[in-house]
């Protein structure tokens, strides 16, 4: 069942200002948040907007989408249908997951920016991979400076892997070894402007191979320079990772808290994947994916854990995804609803 609550009168602000005059509040929030509403229930929204209770937990300008949840739509109709739905849906900012237009089209990287841009989107960041066995691939090992080249064409703030540093396996001296090369692309980037990222799954959680007292992950925070090298928390795969690995192999506790990283470092954190899943014990990774909203990760408390550090209310871009939705648009509109609905609690 969904969690959204009252919609955000800052959103509803916003999408009029984007073109949708006429429309009342209360009908442009059900709207957006697909609900069928009555002229009681619309009534009460409208109420709940005027009142303003709860400071919204999501910052002003900072709701991003990973673009890989609407690949299909990306490979069917083009960038430019899809950043009209976005701007619909109230986002503001996007991450690229790849900069072809697929069957709809090619396009450049101006083209792309422009777009963007005309839509209220800013470009904040992409995935790349980390490696590759062909020389010539797009990588950041094979092509550091066309990777660089092509994110500073874009605008680029932040530029990144979802890759895993398992390029020379799962010890200690493996992830040393990698950190050295996430420490060369990020002093590379940042020569540049921007800062490199590691997107996590739920693998990183788990512990070095020849040392099972270690955590890979604290491996990873260890050996790279924190000035140089970033992190973009999925918070789904480190809830998952949570679940699969707070126990070490032998079978002694090892618990620990996704968000608690983020709170001792949030510098560290510029970006972060915000997805959902339904708690399932039987499942190997201990969540099946939903939209976010319908699912039991607590994104008030995480978000605005975050928000309230001080000085860091705008430090932070928030990327719903879905890696598998069962219809794109529509996660991205339910999404965008249910997190912009999140209040403070008072």
């Known amino acids: 069942m969904s969690r959204i609550s009252q919609p955000d009168p800052e959103l509803t602000h916003r999408l009029t200002r984007r073109g949708m ?37 999501l910052p002003p300008g900072r709701l991003g989408i990973q673009l890989y949840s609407l690949r299909d739509k990306v490979s ?15 986002y503001d900012e996007v991450e690229f997951a790849g900069y072809t237009q697929g ?15 005309d839509h209220g989107l800013n470009p904040i960041g992409s995935h790349v991979g980390y490696y590759s066995d062909d020389p010539n691939a797009y990588t950041f090992a094979q092509n550091l400076t066309k990777v660089l080249d092509d994110a500073q064409a874009l605008g680029l703030k932040h530029i990144g892997t979802a890759s895993g540093p398992f390029r020379y396996g799962s010890t200690v001296d493996a992830w040393k070894r990698a950190a050295e090369e996430f420490n060369t692309y990020g002093a590379a980037a940042k020569a540049r402007g921007m800062k490199f990222y590691q997107h996590n799954h739920s693998e990183e959680f788990s512990f070095a191979t020849d040392n099972p007292k270690v955590r890979l992950y604290d491996a990873l925070l260890k050996e790279t320079d924190p000035d140089l090298v970033f992190l973009e928390m999925d918070i789904y795969w480190a809830y998952s990772g949570q679940f699969r690995f707070s126990k070490r192999p032998d079978g002694t506790p090892a618990p620990f808290e996704p ?28 969540y099946r994916m939903t939209d976010v909203g319908d699912g039991d990760i607590d994104y008030q408390k995480f978000i605005s854990a975050v928000t309230r550090l001080r000085g860091e209310r705008l430090a932070h871009h928030w990327q719903a995804e879905h890696d598998q939705p069962t219809e794109s648009f529509t996660f991205a509109r ?7 609905s999140l209040r403070e609690k008072c």
């Open 21 to 57: 005059l006429g429309v009342a509040a209360g009908a442009t929030a059900a709207a957006l948040l697909g609900a069928a509403a009555t002229p009681a229930t619309a009534a009460t929204e409208t109420a709940d907007m005027t009142s303003g209770r709860g400071r919204p937990v």
């Open 259 to 286: 968000l608690n990283y983020v709170l001792r470092q949030p510098h560290r954190y510029p970006l972060f994947h915000v997805k959902d899943g339904v708690s399932d014990p039987a499942n190997t990774y201990g």
């Open 334 to 340: 339910r999404s965008s609803a249910y997190l912009h």
């Open 103 to 117: 069957s709809a089209g090619p396009i450049t990287l101006a083209q792309l920016k422009r777009l963007a841009r």
């Open 76 to 90: 069917t109709l083009g960038f430019a249908p899809v950043f009209a739905e976005l701007e619909k849906y109230g």
